[in-house]
């Protein structure tokens, strides 16, 4: 019997991307394209694409991640970009340990690819932000990669609350705190279509790293 497995993108006007991101789902695992008050055709591309669309008018990365994980209904679930800087057929490297019993939660670590870009502030940042995460937790982890995978029903009995960009930080401790064994594997980073809302400008990554700044403050 096939095991079908939740993808949920959270997604903000993306549709350059979208279509090239959808047509390299691997068999078996289904799209939930959780809409974030896109003003292109992204909801529309998506939809004709085959794909679950959800919409969450409340802007937040964390809001849109968990509008789609509340759509989901498979046991296992997936979390990733839509922006084509990761490419799906690596989830089940990512989904593997999960499935194999190994580990709770795993992250793809982020190996850059040529043309991939990824500014030197949000490299920074996301290293200081992955030393404290592997202080606090114990957990042997690099990058707060945005591919990731782990159980539906366990993620949610986690009550995650932050709804910005604290979500998938707030994701990790939470899980350590309750026991979890969270791991990492490499997957390569490529070049996104259309500009990031974080990475891209030094306002974005500035804003994010704040809104994970207190996601670690509050525990």
Not at 33 to 51: H, P, Y
Not at 95 to 116: C, E, I, K, N, Y
Not at 124 to 133: Q, S
């Amino acid at each position: 019997m096939t095991t079908t497995i939740d993808v949920v993108l959270p997604c903000l006007n993306e549709e350059a991307a979208l279509a090239w991101v959808l047509e390299r789902m691997p068999p078996g695992y289904r799209p939930i394209v959780a809409d974030n008050g896109s003003t292109d055709s992204s909801a529309k591309i998506a939809a004709e694409l085959g794909a679950l669309v959800v919409s969450e008018p409340r802007r937040g990365f964390g809001a849109a991640c968990h509008a789609g994980l509340l759509a989901a209904t498979s046991e296992l679930v997936c979390f990733m970009d839509a922006d084509a800087s990761l490419d799906p057929r690596q989830l089940p490297e990512v989904v593997a340990p999960v499935l194999g019993g190994q580990s709770d939660l795993v992250l793809g670590r982020r190996v850059r690819r040529p043309g991939a870009s990824w500014p030197l502030h949000a490299r920074l940042g996301n290293a200081v932000l992955a030393a404290k995460l592997r202080r606090r937790t114990g957990a042997a982890l690099h990058d707060l990669g945005p591919m990731r995978a782990c159980r539906r029903a366990e993620l949610l009995a986690l009550g995650l609350r932050d709804r910005r960009f604290g979500y998938p930080l707030e994701m990790v401790l939470r899980a350590a705190g309750a026991g979890w064994r969270i791991a990492e594997v490499d997957i390569g980073y490529l070049a996104r279509r259309g500009r990031s809302k974080v990475t891209g400008t030094v306002r974005g990554t500035v804003r994010a790293i704040s809104d994970m700044r207190a996601v670690l403050r509050d525990g």
